[in-house]
């Protein structure tokens, strides 16, 4: 079932019918994580560099390769900082094209079944910032779990798959549902939820594709709660 939900996902990234949604999904995150990049950076020099600069005093002049490595670490930092950036502007990018992506899927692919109803605008605002809030504290934990060999890898997906697959879950979710519903329905399935959002916290890690991280995550859980909802009786659509 993940498997098959996956594979839709992809080939809805390319299909016609979400071309237009590929664009903006691609230009904003690109022009968001340039903004964030860019305050990070700010920040870097304002802040950091001025200390850095107050180590150099003093030191031998053979030493002064010293300076290069603290603009090697502050390059890197900065490489990780963008990195993990990636997972609170999905959040954002998603809470504004979900529910246009999940139309066209459902319209193109389940068109027998009953249409879902988009999330009103207010309700989508307060849920979006919630789930931004969620996923900044979890990439929190999963920065500081970095800094631990052998889980550090380990800890991005484990924190990722779960926000990502609980959160897409219940937007794809409450097209058709009520919030109790959605809880009772995540609640059953939370294994196969789970081991879906790990596919998303995969897809997460791969440089340039993750930029289209909203895209697939979205086709993959609307197909997702598509394929749950024909298999189990109890949230059979009506």
């Given at each position: 079932?993940?498997?098959?939900?996956?594979?839709?996902?992809?080939?809805?990234?390319?299909?016609?019918?979400?071309?237009?949604?590929?664009?903006?999904?691609?230009?904003?995150?690109?022009?968001?994580?340039?903004?964030?990049?860019?305050?990070?950076?700010?920040?870097?020099?304002?802040?950091?560099?001025?200390?850095?600069?107050?180590?150099?005093?003093?030191?031998?002049?053979?030493?002064?390769?010293?300076?290069?490595?603290?603009?090697?670490?502050?390059?890197?930092?900065?490489?990780?900082?963008?990195?993990?950036?990636?997972?609170?502007?999905?959040?954002?990018?998603?809470?504004?094209?979900?529910?246009?992506?999940a139309e066209i899927i459902e319209e193109r692919d389940y068109s027998a079944d009953p249409p879902g109803e988009?999330?009103?605008?207010?309700?989508?605002?307060?849920?979006?910032?919630?789930?931004?809030?969620?996923?900044?504290?979890?990439?929190?934990?999963?920065?500081?779990?970095?800094?631990?060999?052998?889980?550090?890898?380990?800890?991005?997906?484990?924190?990722?798959?779960?926000?990502f697959g609980r959160e897409f879950f219940e937007f794809a979710a409450m097209r058709f549902r009520s919030e109790e519903e959605v809880r009772q329905m995540r609640s059953k399935?939370?294994?196969?939820?789970?081991?879906?959002?790990?596919?998303?916290?995969?897809?997460?890690?791969?440089?340039?594709?993750?930029?289209?991280?909203?895209?697939?995550?979205?086709?993959?859980?609307?197909?997702?709660?598509?394929?749950?909802?024909?298999?189990?009786?109890?949230?059979?659509?009506?």
């Amino acid at each position: 079932m993940i498997v098959e939900a996956a594979r839709l996902a992809g080939r809805n990234l390319f299909a016609p019918e979400t071309r237009s949604a590929f664009w903006k999904i691609l230009g904003i995150t690109i022009l968001l994580l340039i903004g964030l990049w860019t305050a990070l950076r700010g920040l870097f020099v304002a802040y950091a560099l001025p200390w850095l600069d107050q180590l150099v005093p003093g030191i031998p002049d053979w030493a002064g390769w010293l300076g290069v490595v603290f603009g090697v670490i502050a390059s890197l930092g900065l490489a990780v900082g963008l990195a993990l950036l990636i997972a609170p502007v999905t959040a954002v990018v998603a809470g504004f094209f979900l529910d246009g992506v999940a139309e066209i899927i459902e319209e193109r692919d389940y068109s027998a079944d009953p249409p879902g109803e988009a999330v009103p605008t207010g309700r989508a605002i307060v849920y979006t910032a919630k789930f931004l809030g969620v996923v900044i504290a979890g990439n929190i934990v999963a920065v500081l779990l970095l800094f631990v060999p052998g889980i550090n890898i380990i800890a991005f997906l484990l924190v990722n798959g779960y926000l990502f697959g609980r959160e897409f879950f219940e937007f794809a979710a409450m097209r058709f549902r009520s919030e109790e519903e959605v809880r009772q329905m995540r609640s059953k399935h939370s294994g196969t939820i789970f081991a879906a959002g790990l596919v998303i916290a995969a897809f997460l890690s791969i440089p340039l594709v993750n930029l289209l991280t909203p895209l697939f995550a979205a086709g993959l859980m609307v197909h997702l709660h598509k394929m749950l909802s024909a298999k189990d009786p109890e949230f059979a659509l009506r």
